[in-house]
């Protein structure tokens, strides 16, 4: 036994032993580390992408709750698990975790333990395949996040830009091979992302207390601010955007935005950008007009609301709006419904809606 643990010791480089112990001393208290199951480990990894981890984490503690498990969840209806992801954005994430659970329950309820497996699942991605392998099931393959891709190019003063393909790729293979002879590959690859979201930060990294800092040549050539290297960023389009809170007999139009559509499966009130020329007021009704066949009176406006998505960024405008016609009389491509202003809270809505919400509280 000694001598196969001192094969496995020599295999392994003494800068990811290095890591690893470190991780065991100040690795953060996490609700998915203090009970690790695929399960769990899947969700956390979906929830965590693009998402600082002290914002997952009331969402991941809740999501528990009322899906404790995969059968739970591949019970529970897409508008359910969409309420339950409200604020997280990129919500296709919430749509494919049931539509992979619903998979695996009619596959036997178990995970698979390989990565290729895990891969080929809906939703499921090289990056969440290789934590639920590795932290689950001790599987010798690599995560490579954002946080890997930093250290990494730090680590080799890596003149390629991380925002390409290459780098992840060659990152990924570099230390699959490397974790071969690890013991601990799911240890490490948590190591990895902890050193880049503690120690080896965007800004004001903490060199003075990288366990790596003897093996980085970034740090070692007194160039860590240099690098990673990032292609020129692109200038983000900004929308202008009217919507409408349409009344009726004290109740409210909303419409579900289609599956294929950004924000899918979400619900919204009816409007679109402003065309050349147009008020907001006037885009308004005629984005109403041209979405539900409905002339409204337009009223004042609620707010202005300033809100940025990943790719573009939107000023939305928000009316209060009156229609004395039929309520049958709405003629949508989606689905609508009239709802009372107190069962708004049961509907999945984009964030940007609850600024409306806010603003209508301060309104009264």
């Known amino acids: 036994m000694n001598a196969m643990n001192d094969s496995t010791q020599q295999k392994t480089p003494a800068w990811m032993t290095a890591l690893t112990e470190w991780f065991s001393v100040h690795q953060r208290s996490m609700p998915w580390r203090e009970e690790q199951s695929p399960y769990r480990t899947w969700v956390s990894?979906?929830?965590?992408?693009?998402?600082?981890?002290?914002?997952?984490?009331?969402?991941?503690?809740?999501?528990?709750?009322?899906?404790?498990?995969?059968?739970?969840?591949?019970?529970?209806?897409?508008?359910?698990?969409?309420?339950l992801w409200e604020g997280l954005g990129y919500y296709s994430r919430a749509r494919q975790l049931a539509a992979c659970a619903r998979q695996i329950v009619a596959q036997g309820g178990r995970f698979p333990e390989e990565f290729e497996a895990l891969k080929a699942l809906p939703g499921i991605g090289p990056y969440s395949a290789a934590a639920i392998a590795s932290i689950c099931f001790g599987k010798p393959v690599a995560v490579v996040d954002g946080n890997v891709l930093r250290v990494?190019?730090?680590?080799?003063?890596?003149?390629?830009?991380?925002?390409?393909?290459?780098?992840r790729r060659r990152y990924f293979e570099e230390l699959t091979q490397a974790l071969q002879g690890h013991p601990e590959p799911g240890t490490f690859n948590q190591a990895m992302m902890e050193l880049g979201a503690l120690v080896c930060r965007p800004k004001a990294p903490d060199c003075g207390n990288c366990p790596v800092a003897l093996w980085c040549e970034a740090f070692q050539h007194h160039a860590v601010q240099d690098f990673p290297k990032k292609r020129p960023a692109k200038q983000v389009p900004h929308y202008e955007v009217a919507v409408g809170l349409v009344y009726?007999?004290?109740?409210?139009?909303i419409l579900k935005r289609l599956k294929e559509q950004m924000l899918g499966g979400l619900w919204e009130f009816p409007?679109?950008?402003?065309?050349?020329?147009?008020?907001?007021?006037e885009a308004a009704a005629r984005e109403i007009k041209e979405e539900t066949g409905l002339n409204v009176a337009i009223g004042d406006e609620i707010a202005v609301i300033r809100h940025a998505?990943?790719?573009?960024?939107?000023?939305?405008?928000?009316?209060?709006?009156?229609?004395?016609?039929?309520?049958?009389?709405?003629?949508?491509?989606?689905?609508?419904?009239?709802v009372a202003e107190t069962e708004l809270a049961a509907y999945p809505f984009p964030k940007a809606n609850h600024k409306i919400f806010e603003a209508m509280e301060k309104g009264r």
Request: with cysteine.
């Open 309 to 338: 998505y990943s790719h573009f960024h939107i000023t939305m405008h928000a009316f209060y709006c009156n229609y004395d016609g039929e309520m049958n009389a709405v003629l949508c491509s989606r689905p609508w419904k009239w």
């Open 271 to 281: 409007g679109g950008k402003l065309e050349d020329g147009e008020t907001a007021a």
């Open 45 to 83: 990894e979906m929830m965590l992408q693009q998402t600082q981890v002290a914002s997952v984490i009331p969402y991941f503690q809740r999501f528990m709750e009322a899906f404790p498990n995969v059968e739970a969840l591949a019970a529970a209806t897409e508008e359910q698990v969409l309420k």
């Open 248 to 253: 009726h007999n004290g109740k409210l139009l």
């Open 152 to 167: 990494r190019a730090r680590m080799l003063m890596d003149e390629e830009p991380i925002d390409g393909t290459a780098p």
